[in-house]
Every structure is written in C-alpha cells, then in structure tokens.
C-alpha cells in the first residue's frame, strides 16, 4: 500500500539521549516535512525538504535536524532531547506539481522524561 | 504576525448540519486547506480553496472569502464518524503552510 511510515510508533526516552525517527515514503513525492503536534496548538513545522539532497528550517527547528540522502527517506534525529520535545511528530510528504496536498504518516508519539 | 482562529470544540447533533469558521491574517495567500484528524490518527485531506466561493465534495463544502479572510467548513447530514478534529491551514506568500489549532467536532446521537 502506497504512504508514508514512520518509526517508531512510540517511544520513551530519558532526557540526553539521542534519538531519531525514521520515515520513508514509496509516492515519489519530492517534498517532505516534519511537524509536530501538540495540545492547543496547530501543527508546527520543524524541518522541511523541497528535493532530495536539500533541507530547510521551519518554525521550530531548534533541537533537531534532518537528512534527506535520497527520495524516499526523511529522518529526524533529535541529538540530546529534552522534555519540551514530549510531542506527536507527523512526516508528511507533497507532490510539488500539485496544490499542495500533504500525505502524512501515522506519527510518532515521543516521551521524553 | 500569522493567525490562523478556530472555535476550539463544537457539538452536533447526528443527521444535523454543522459550519465550522476559520479566520486568518496571514502574509500572502496561496490557499487555503481543510484536513480531518481523527484520534490518535494522520489528518487526511478534505479540501482545497484559493478563489472565492464554495467547493462542494459530497457531504462537505467548503468556503472562502479572500477579502474578509474567512473560511468555513460545512458538513451535512452528521454520521458518528464525522467525529474528529477539524484543522484549517492556509498556504502563505512563500508557500508555507500556517495551521490552526483545530476544531474538536463532538456528534451526539
């Protein structure tokens, strides 16, 4: 089935510790993005990726930064977390022909303690 | 700054009609979208509008107005599973996408 993974679903981990999660999508999309939900706010854009080979910063980058070696993965890797980063994070992936239409992954739900 | 307002919760009643209003200030518009996020779940794309008018999709319409800045979501004929949250996002002048915090859609039998 054509979307978007993400991995892992949900994660515990102490705050210092390095983590990163992963995401693939199989629609050839060429731009991807990373956001995260939290209560009472509107999905916040970390980083995002126009093609392969280029990133971007959104509005929350601080923390975090990305890859994108080729078409199909995206990941987002936290270098030391903190508890503010206890968030959903939603990939999410757009053909750039097209209005602007984003496909998302499941989310990763992480908990940082 | 960039606004996007919706009403935090909304109740309906299941068979009613519910319209659920964005308004936004934002730098440039490019469109503006409506996605459903069920609990626990992706949103999922429900519309797209970026000239003034209503876009019908089977039972959900949306509107625009450019000059006032305003939206809304019209959903008839409520089914239990329209229960979800509904999030507006509007596409700004370097084609970013500006979210709202949503709007949590409670149907009663």
């Known amino acids: 089935i054509a979307g978007i993974t993400q991995a892992p679903t949900s994660q515990i981990l102490a705050a210092g510790r390095r983590m990163t999660l992963r995401c693939t999508q199989d629609m050839r999309h060429n731009a991807m993005y990373w956001y995260r939900q939290d209560l009472g706010l509107g999905l916040r854009l970390i980083h995002y990726?126009?093609?392969?080979?280029?990133?971007g910063k959104g509005e929350v980058p601080d923390g975090y930064s990305v890859s994108r070696a080729n078409t199909d993965d995206f990941p987002l890797t936290l270098a030391s977390a903190v508890p503010s980063q206890t968030s959903v994070y939603f990939c999410a992936s757009s053909d750039a022909k097209g209005p602007g239409e984003l496909f998302f992954g499941e989310g990763s739900r992480l908990t940082v303690l | 700054g960039q606004n996007i307002d919706q009403p935090t919760e909304m109740t309906a009643t299941e068979g009613a009609i519910v319209q659920i209003n964005c308004t936004y200030q934002?730098?440039?518009?490019?469109?503006l979208f409506w996605y459903q996020q069920h609990a626990g779940e992706a949103p999922t794309f429900l519309s797209y509008n970026v000239l003034d008018g209503l876009e019908e999709k089977g039972r959900f319409s949306s509107f625009l107005s450019r000059s006032k800045g305003y939206s809304y979501l019209l959903l008839k004929e409520l089914q239990m599973k329209d229960s979800a949250s509904y999030l507006c996002?509007?596409?700004?002048?370097?084609?970013?996408?500006?979210w709202g915090a949503g709007t949590k859609l409670i149907i009663k039998p």
């Open positions: 996002a509007v596409m700004d002048s370097n084609y970013q996408l500006i």
């Open positions: 934002t730098s440039g518009f490019n469109g």
């Open positions: 990726s126009n093609t392969a080979g280029t990133t």
